[in-house]
């Protein structure tokens, strides 16, 4: 569904990113996982346009988007959800949500969203902003599911929430993947969380992958050094 080739992302003359490739299959959920400042973001940030990579491809169910714009990305099938989830905090909930809809026909609030998220819906006329961390990522996600993605990107879904909601929206991700059929990409440091969703385990350091596994022979340990060295 997303394979990505020979990626490389400059910021000015540094190398953030070096010639990364991996592909993601139709239904699968990859975790990316790393420290902070080895590449994850910028590596989701080029995936998705918001970074301009310098060379390689980025193909959507065979399409080559590393020249499209971001929101004919969003438009081919790419979700994404940014780190610190960038909500509109003075719009409602219910106008963030329909903010996601620009390529959709039908500009009505799927029901899907309520079903799964019940306190979007019970706070559908409240500020974003006057939500909790945690209400805000169901917000960001719900936002980036009503454009109907082939592929979600998540970076960093966990960060500032606490870890019950944390359960939660794993839990949440599993059951959405299986009802509205996408693939995942997720760029996590918490391994408790990524374990209970992704398939496949990728870990970067400086900008290149030094690990790779399926959650089946997945070595926790070796994880846990990368994310801790």
Known sequence: MLSVNSLN???????????????????ETVAIMGRNGMGKTTLLKSIIGVLKARSGSVLLDGHDMVSKATYE?????????????????????????????ETVVDKTVPQYVYDVFPVLKEMKKRKGGNLSGG??????ISRALVSNPKVLILDEPTEGIQPSIIKDIARTLNKLKAERNFSLVVSEQILSFTLEIADRFLIIEKGEFVYEDVKARVDTAKIHAFLTV
Do not use: K
């Not at 209400?135 to 960001?140: E, F, G, I, P």
């Open 73 to 101: 990305r969003v438009a081919a099938g790419m979700g994404y959800v940014p780190q610190g989830r960038m909500i509109f905090p003075y719009l409602t909930v219910e106008e963030n949500i329909l903010s996601g809809m």
């Open 135 to 140: 209400q805000q990522q169901q917000l960001a």
């Open 9 to 27: 992302v400059f910021y000015g003359e540094s190398h953030a990113v070096r010639d990364v490739s991996f592909q993601v299959d139709d239904g």
